[in-house]
Each structure stands twice: as C-alpha cells, then as structure tokens.
C-alpha cells in the first residue's frame, strides 16, 4: 500500500462521522415536518418517563421489572444526550448549560440506582428540563407568536417540579423514621400543606432540621406562586424583536419600541 492510499484511508470514517452529525442536526434542529415528528415523538417519550419517575417509589416494589425499565430508560436518555451533543455546533458550550448537567445526573441515577438511590427524587428535574428547553419550544410551542402560554408554562413547571422534588426528598428522608410518613402520599400532603402555608399541623417534621425544610418549602412555594400569578395576570406581550435594539418582547398593539422608540410593524395576530 502506498503512503497516498494510507492518508486517504480515514477519510470515508471522518465523512461518514459527518454525514451522522448533519442528519442530527436535521432532526434535532431543522423545521421539516420530519424533523418536526422526530421531536415530537422524544418529547412524548420524555413525558412517559418523567411519569415512570413519579411513580418510581410505588413501582419499586415491583422488584427486578423497575430496574429493566430503569436501564431501558438510562439508554434512552444516554442516546438522546449523545445525539443532541452531536449535533450541537460546540460540545463544550452544551457541557456548560445546567440543564446538561441536571441531565447527565439525572441518567446517573439511572445507571447507578443501587449506590443513588437516595438521589432518586431528583430525576423529577427532567421535567424542567424539558418544558425549559428551547428543543421543546422549537417543537411544541414554535405556534406561539406571543410569549404568555411559553411563559406560563415555564412557571407552572417550575412549581410542579418544585412540588415533586420536595415530596420525594421527604418521602426518601423521612419514611420509617416519622410516624406521619407512611407512604408517597403523604409525603405529598405534607409538601402541599406546607408550601401553602395552610399548616394543618398533623405532619409535621422532627427537629431543627425538619423546621428549616419547611421554612423552605414555604418560601419557595409562595414565590413560586407569586410568579406563576404574575404570568397569568401581567399584560399580554407578543415576541417581536425591535429591528434596532433588539427589544423580545412588546404590547400587541405597540406602534413604537418601548426602548429606541423606532417605529414597528407588528402584524396582527389573525393574519
């Protein structure tokens, strides 16, 4: 063989390796109907197995059945990693997104849920994520002209995932060690009654550290609240970026830019 052959020998590996970027960022980023299915199909995986994540602490009775479906999800979740890295333009700008890491952590529990169990309830996390992500936003919500439904759903995921989060550190911590918590259940009731300050009293956390948690948990959850209100009720904005100062969001009947004052063309929303 000669040494021209030798050099020419990696190239078809590299132009193959290529070819396999350019169809992920096809299907992770481009807007054919195609691409458009692809993500929405991982998305609705993603939804079921956020809801596998909810119902982990009642499905673990079920014995060596969770943890094939905890392994079928860890390969899921490392091939959609892998993929969205791929198809990313720099890995290192990905690696540097918390949402990667909350990711990566969360397949972590998974390979390992043996030594992580006591981690588990963060798995929940996936949920933030995701509805947090602009892959699910290109995805679902690329209908969306005006930011209100994107903006209320990131608040309400946020509270949700706050919610789940809470009640299954509770329920990891406290289960057999609290005569009030028995089950998910009431580890649940607890976490509500507590975030909304209700304090019916008939749970209640042992020792200094059991009050910190709810301290906690009422504060986050009243802001929480208060955000998701804010969402709701503030003045509805449409996303239309001012052509000089780059202005995202302004009123829908808005005819000059809040912050540069140039005049705008916003189009109604019917047409």
């Known amino acids: 063989m000669s040494r021209t052959q030798s050099a020419q020998k990696p190239v078809p590996d590299k132009a193959e390796g290529l070819r396999l970027r350019a169809r992920l960022r096809y299907l992770y980023h481009g807007s054919s109907p195609l691409a458009v ?4 199909a991982v998305i609705a995986i993603d939804f079921v197995i956020i809801g596998f994540f909810l119902a982990a602490p009642i499905l673990k009775e079920a014995g060596w059945a ?19 890295a791929y198809a990313h333009t720099d890995i290192r700008d990905w690696l540097k997104k918390p949402a990667t890491w909350i990711d990566l952590f969360v ?14 309830f963060l798995r929940l996390l996936r949920l933030w994520t995701l509805l947090n992500s602009d892959f699910f936003w290109r995805t679902v919500g690329r209908r969306y002209d005006d930011t209100r439904v994107e903006e209320i759903t990131r608040a309400l995921a946020s509270l949700v995932t706050f919610i789940f989060v809470v009640t299954g550190f509770v329920y990891a911590s406290f289960l057999g060690s609290h005569p ?11 976490t509500v009654a507590t975030l909304t300050t209700t304090g019916f009293g008939d749970i209640t956390l042992p020792g200094a550290w059991g009050r910190v948690l709810s301290i906690v948990v009422m504060l986050t959850g ?42 705008l063309c916003i189009p109604d929303e019917g047409a």
């Open 222 to 263: 009243i802001t929480l609240f208060l955000r998701l209100a804010q969402t709701i009720f503030k003045p509805h904005k449409v996303r239309f970026p001012c052509p000089t100062c780059g202005l995202q969001k302004h009123d829908p009947d808005a005819v000059h830019c809040k912050a540069c004052g140039v005049v």
């Open 180 to 190: 009030g918590i028995k089950g998910y259940l009431d580890a649940l009731y607890f």
């Open 107 to 120: 397949l972590a529990t998974l390979l390992a849920p043996a030594f992580l169990s006591n981690f588990g």
């Open 37 to 40: 299915r692809f993500r929405l």
């Open 66 to 84: 969770f943890y094939v479906i905890d392994y079928a999800i860890a390969f899921f979740l490392a091939a959609d990693l892998a993929g969205r």
